[in-house]
């Protein structure tokens, strides 16, 4: 009889339901387990990284979502990688970092070293594009601990390589070249290729950067070799862009615009902006020298355009990156509704379950009875009269029975009742919960179009105050070059004819050159820009001289060595003796840059 009871009970209790995963992935892939399924929306991010970065990052987003609710520690690790990954492609870094962080977290849980290196230079590689180049340089420090101890000959070479550029952007380029050189030794050794040229490259530009220009060339054109021979066209736009550059920088005009064009050329097969925007400005600086103003108006032109589409590619991008994250936010909330349904649809399963139970019990209990009583009355029928007294007995006590138990079945349907009922209200005050959010979300939706309309703004005058800096210098450069170029002519002029005329000109061109009304326009155009550097500049270091602040200026400006030897009339060696004085001055710590100190100041 138990066994039977139980088996009624397992035959009415309903199907528990599953736990819900995004819709559209279940439209793609219905097939797989949760699992596999993860692992095939990030083989498909992976596909669609390169191709199609929007549609890798949906498939990632919905990776995440699924492995966090079934607990898949590798499919968590890997989402975070992938979305981090997107973002940084997509210029986000800030938002990349986060991502890593909570990625390497998960690495740090399962102890998983060779993650935690990944992971550690990723934001290495975050910090350096954001400028922290302090943070930078301990995360690299960090991973290649790390790689050494794993004896990880690629993620070694990966590491040395990006502490080469640390180096390289904070001019100090004989500690640079050094880190370069022992990755360049390892990826010769792995014989990875494209690591090879990379590295090439990068050397040469430290040489080109310290004015060796001579052994910036034997670099740069082994790192073109190199490239030319694996066909990565994206490293022989670079390298062919930078030669252009080495050849300007000596002179060369007719090598410089060979290779700047070729550049150009592949550049713009691939559609690489990035390398387009630094041909276009290696063009404009070329023809400036040759004294073509019209060929080097119009690239000027074309790299102010390129800069301000790219701009906007950035910002459209951004736009783009926020509107999925909340999409995803969204899924998010839309998985939970579905479990609570679920939770709320199982307990009234539960509950029409027992009622179900109940009412088989008593169905089975008045069977037992009949069956019981018509057995006694077969055999007792010659005793009926006898025992008719105790049948009515027992059969009142029965209808008390039944008296009682139809009391505490509706007992239990009324308590029933009054549980719908508080579910009701509960529903209502989840709807007017929902109601305020909704009007909260209006509200926010209003203040962040109006927060997005001043960024707009802001960014545009930013633009425009950037364009008349540039513009100020370019001009100011030009001005130097043509009365070098005048002082240049004169001395010639001096050797054939000696004359009070020539000296008078040289008493001109010197004065024309010492006159400080193009720095006056200068310094009101950064000052646009970078307001309030000057007065805290002196304020805080008084001795630095009028000479020294022009320095600090240019060198907030990101302008090369030869930039500013030309604009102050010295040599690249004096610029570097100068840039020395300043750093003592200053009273810098030997392991601090200049470059990074006055970007952040």
Known sequence: MRI???????????????????????QILPTLSRE????TLLYLAKQYFNETPAKSFKYASDAMILSESINYTSGKWRSCVMIGDYNAHSGNYVTAMQYYLKARSISELSKEPHRDADITKKIG?????????EKALNHYNEALKIYRQLDDAEGICQVLTQMGTYYGMACDFEKSRGYFNEALQIAQTIKDEKGISHILNNIGNCYRLNGE??????????????????NDKKMLATTLNNLAGIYLAKKDYAHAKEYAFEAEKIANEINYKYAQIKILDVLSVLYVELGNYGEANKYYKRLIQAQNEQQAANSAEHIANLQVLYDLAGKERQVEDLQNEA???????NIYAVLLIGISLILIGLGIMLYLRMRIAKKRSLLFEKEYNLEQQALEQEKSQHHLLAEQMEIARKNYEMDLEKLELKKQQADLLVRQMSLEKQQSDIQFAKMEMEKNTFEEELASKNRELVSTTMQMLQKTESFASLRTIAAELRKEHESTTVDKLFQTIDHTTRFEKDWNTFVLHFTKVHPGFFDALQQKYPELTEKDIKHCAYIRMRLSLK??????NISVRGVQ???????????????????AHLQNF
């Open 4 to 26: 039977f009871l139980f088996s009624l009970i397992f035959l009415f209790l309903p199907e528990l339901p599953s736990a819900q995963v995004p819709v559209h992935v279940e």
């Open 36 to 39: 596999p399924l993860v692992d």
């Open 125 to 133: 590689d975050c910090y350096l594009h954001t400028s922290e180049l």
């Open 213 to 230: 220009f001579d052994e910036a060339l034997k670099y740069n054109h082994k790192a073109y070799e190199t490239a030319l021979k694996g």
């Open 343 to 349: 939770r709320l649809s199982r307990l009234k399963s």
């Open 563 to 568: 930039e500013v030897a030309t604009l102050m």
């Open 577 to 595: 003796k100068a840039r020395t004085k300043v750093h003592a001055l200053m009273k810098l710590d030997e392991n601090t840059s200049l470059y």
